[in-house]
Nanobody
């Protein structure tokens, strides 16, 4: 599975961005696609994931929406009401055959795209 993330940029607090993760290769309806982020000096953290249902970190719930376009094999992360603390490099990741209880664990994802920088100014 190959993943290509895009859509990052610089935005003011309160603004919006939409990230895209285009997938190719061995994906199917049971493939989990997730978004993680890593801020400078911090550990990578789970943001959101989708496989049928949607899963969110508490810190983004109500502000971010993950969705999947099956025809384009692309997963989107719509980010609204952005805060300076959302500033990070965002990565998309994918896994086949994942147990859903592990969906927030980055170590359970086999495939990773390159990161895309999101910077939110105050």
């Amino acid at each position: 599975v190959q993943l290509q993330a895009s859509g990052g940029g610089l935005v003011q607090a309160g603004g919006s961005l939409r990230l895209s993760c285009a997938a190719s290769g061995r994906t199917n309806s049971r493939t989990v696609v997730g978004w993680f982020r890593q801020a400078p000096g911090k550990e990578r953290e789970f943001v959101a994931a989708i496989r049928g249902n949607e899963y969110y970190a508490d810190s983004v719930k109500g502000r971010f929406t993950i969705s999947r376009d099956k025809t384009e094999n692309t997963v989107y992360l719509q980010m609204n009401s952005l805060k300076p603390e959302d500033t990070a490099v965002y990565y998309c990741a994918a896994a086949n055959g994942m147990i859903l209880s592990s969906i927030r664990m980055g170590t359970q994802y086999s495939y990773w795209g390159q990161g895309t920088q999101v910077t939110v100014s105050s």
